[in-house]
Structures are given as C-alpha cells and as structure tokens.
C-alpha cells in the first residue's frame, strides 16, 4: 500500500521511523522531507500524491497542534474520501485538532512505534475492504477484481480465463458449491469462500480476490508488495494454476466447443509502470528493462485442448514484450519448466 504520511516537520525524525517500518514491510510512503521539491507547482504536487495515496497517516503529537500543512492535508483527504489513520502521542490535546478530533487514533509512544504501526497498516487493510463497492450492474467479474486491486495503490496480478462463448455452464446450487470449493486450486487455500448470486466468491483480507461464475469463468487478482516485485516464477505458477482450475471445471459440466468456441486466457500486471521483470535465478533478465506501460497485458485464444504449459509460454512471451525485450520461444519453454518445476506449490495440479 502507498502511505502519506503527515506531520509536522519538527518530527521529522519520528516520521523517519514511521517510514522506515512501512518499507520494511514492503509498503510505499511519501515523506516531505525527502521526497518533495520545493517548487511553486508543490502544493499541487502534495494534493497529487494525496489523491493517489492508499491512506494518509498522521504524525500527531503536540507540534501537530495548529501545523497549517498538517491540517490542510489533513482536511484535504477527508474531502477525497481517503483513509485517515492518527497515531495519537502523549501531550496532544484533542479540542486543537479540528476535524482530526473527531477520527478514531491509535495510542502510539516511541517505545510501541512498530506496533502502532503495524496497527495502523492493519486499519487500513480494513477501510479497502468496507470501502469496496461492487458496481451496480455486477459487469464484467475482472473489472471488479481490478476495482478492488486498484485501492491498494501498488501492482497486482490479475488472471483471467473463460470460454470464448458465454453461455451457463453450471446452475448455482449447494451440490454445484461444494464442487467447486472442494476442487479450487491450492492458490485458494487461505481464501474464504462465499456464494453468491452468480457463484463463489473467494477473498482474503485487502490482498485477494477471486470470483468463479455459471459460465465458466474465472478470475483471480493478487497484491504484489512492491518490496517483492513483479516476479517471473510467481505469476507463471498462478496463471497455472487458474488455468488448471478453469479445466477442472469445463471438465465437470461439459465443453462444448460449438458453443464455447476458443478458450480466453488474460493476465494483467497492473500499476507495472516503473516494475522490471525479476527471477528468482540469475539471469539477465533481472533488472533489464523498466517498463513504461501502467498496466502490461497479455491475452490469448486457444482451443480448450491446449496443454497448460504451451498457453503459459505464449503469455510469457506477451509479457516480456511489455518489459521492452523479446524472449525466445525455447526459453519461454525453459522458464516455464523450471517456474512449475521448482515449486511444487505453484506448479499444475492443484487442489
């Protein structure tokens, strides 16, 4: 997730802290001091990195009492509708806060700081999940996915695979549930699983997030710590494994190639923009090319009897386009082998 942080500029050296907690749990934050140019355009650039913040985290101690900035800042993200997560320090007196008076805080000290902090990534994990409507009209189940991913303010994966025809597949009923649940990938495990109208929905707190409806399809989107980056072996093992689900499921109720006509694979990395490409092997790919696209996409059509490996191979290739550099086919075969290979949890054959 993707912090402001506001304080007053006395404590820059407790906001240094506070910052140094969240990278090293892998989240992102804008820090005044080291991250803003003094320039006449700075306001508008404070109010910018406002608008895009996941939430604003707030530096409360006695300086913060009548700090112009602070409470602009402040008062501006309650207009945006962000989050707004005090960390309330001995000495403050509430009737000099305004609007901040009124939000509920976390008792912080210097001692508890990693645990405040904690804490507050904790409550903003909960405001995504309240915060998320679905639209109104239901739409199409990955853009949902992405709504949901979008609030985090850092790159996810998004995976989607469906027949090429829509047309129901299954009826949504308790014998059909407890199939489906009982035969989800591994990737699902700490997911909880939830029917709805149209199927199963499967989410975990803030991160995940994935949806199986009656025509076939299914969709599944991942935070990416921005600390973990976009990693090559990852994402190859959790397209798989949807794949691998979605034939499991065509398998159960029937494939009707008439009808269904091509299967559609799709996968996302949204908010790559400034993202390279890592393994977790040496290679030259580590750290070869930034990508300047906010969002690098690979689709695909391809008759349901493909194997599973031959449609990863065709997303790689996709995806290192998006990265700026072309990859053989040979060794797209060769880091799909050793993606599945090395981690028998992200391999095929879930469930």
Known sequence: MDFFISYKTVDKQLAGRVAQYLHGNGHDFFLAHDDLEITPDFERDIKNRIDNCTALLAIVTPNFEGAAYPNQEVGYAMKADKPIIPLWFPGVQSDKLG???????????????????????????????????????????????????????????????????????????AENDTWLKANKPRLFDLLDARTTESGIEFTYPGSYRAEVNWTGTVCFGQAVPRIDGVMLEAFVGIIAQIVEYSKRIFGKYGWNAQ?????????????????????????????????????????????FETPTEAILEKILLKVCRGFGFGMLESNAKSWVKLSLNQNPYLGLGGG
């Open 99 to 173: 609007f901040l008076s009124r939000v509920n805080a976390i008792h912080a000290t210097e001692g508890n700081l990693f645990q405040s902090v904690s804490k507050a990534v904790d409550w903003a994990e909960a405001s995504l999940r309240e915060n998320f409507v679905r639209p109104a009209d239901g739409g199409p189940v990955q853009e949902t996915i992405d709504r949901f991913l979008e609030l985090r303010q850092e790159p996810y994966y998004r995976v989607l695979v469906r027949p090429q025809g829509m047309y129901i597949l299954f009826e949504a009923n």
């Open 259 to 303: 009808q269904h006509g091509l299967l559609i694979v799709e996968f996302k990395i949204g908010h790559s923009h400034g993202q390279t490409l890592k393994t977790g092997n040496p290679s030259e790919i580590n750290g070869r090319d930034t990508t300047n696209l906010e969002a690098v996409k690979a689709e695909i059509a391809v008759p």
